[in-house]
């Protein structure tokens, strides 16, 4: 069973960083791209930013020059370094994964969600 445990979220006052991580674990052979997205109440769930297994980068426009995602393939780990919070950042941060598991497939999985709040 394959599995995307996100952690660090909590509350922060505005202009605050926080740090996300995203570990996955299973029966995994090999990680193609992650990233994170997020949700905000009564909105779609939108992109923030995705990193190849080459670590080539995108970011949502909203995110350039605050947030920065970067990864550990030897920890399967995905991690988003998000600074100069605003309030509009508040939301639940999903992790997301291209992974191929141990049945030859490639699919995608998420992670639980993670609550960011950001207070003016």
């Known amino acids: 069973q394959v599995q995307l445990v996100e952690s660090g979220g909590g509350l922060v006052q505005a202009g605050g960083s926080l740090r996300l991580s995203c570990v996955a674990s299973g029966s995994i052979r090999r990680i193609g791209t992650m990233g994170w997205y997020r949700q905000a109440p009564g909105k779609q769930r939108e992109l923030v930013a995705t990193?190849?297994?080459?670590?080539?980068?995108a970011y949502a426009d909203f995110v350039k020059g605050r947030f920065t995602i970067s990864r550990d393939n030897a920890k399967n780990t995905v991690y988003l370094q998000m600074a100069s919070l605003l309030p509009e950042d508040t939301a639940v941060y999903f992790c997301?994964?291209?992974?191929?598991?141990?049945?030859?497939?490639?699919?995608?999985?998420w992670g639980q969600g993670t609550q960011v709040t950001v207070s003016s």
């Open positions: 997301y994964a291209r992974l191929l598991t141990a049945m030859i497939v490639w699919d995608d999985y």
């Open positions: 990193i190849t297994d080459e670590r080539d980068t």
